[in-house]
């Protein structure tokens, strides 16, 4: 499990950047001389730590002609609000989540 404050990073987008440029020089190996089972642990805490705060944010919506993917956010407080707006300004039935965005699926219909 990771410490709280790489969540509260993702919501701010300079300390974001910041620990992003940070988890990457702590995944620099070539700082390591001899990597020990230690280090292997470390190394894959601090992968899934930028895998977190480099996760975007799309929206899925599903009506009655199909599903689509619509755009790309950066938080998921970003996303929600334009899942809420995109609901609010639709005349259709319509269903919205927001889910991470696989580069495979992103902004293309299906």
Not at 7 to 31: E, M
């Amino acid at each position: 499990m990771l410490p709280p404050i790489y969540i509260s990073r993702k919501k701010n987008k300079i300390g974001k950047k910041v620990k992003i440029a940070n988890q990457k020089d702590n995944l620099d190996i070539s700082r390591i001389n001899d990597i020990t089972e230690h280090d292997n642990v470390r190394l894959k805490r601090y992968q899934k730590a930028l895998e977190l705060l480099e996760m975007k944010y799309t929206i899925k919506k599903t009506a009655m002609y199909g599903t689509s993917y619509i755009g790309q956010f950066d938080t998921y407080e970003d996303a929600s609000a334009a899942a809420q707006k995109l609901v609010s300004n639709s005349f259709a039935e319509v269903f919205v989540e927001v889910v991470p965005t696989d580069q495979n699926s992103s902004n293309k219909s299906k």
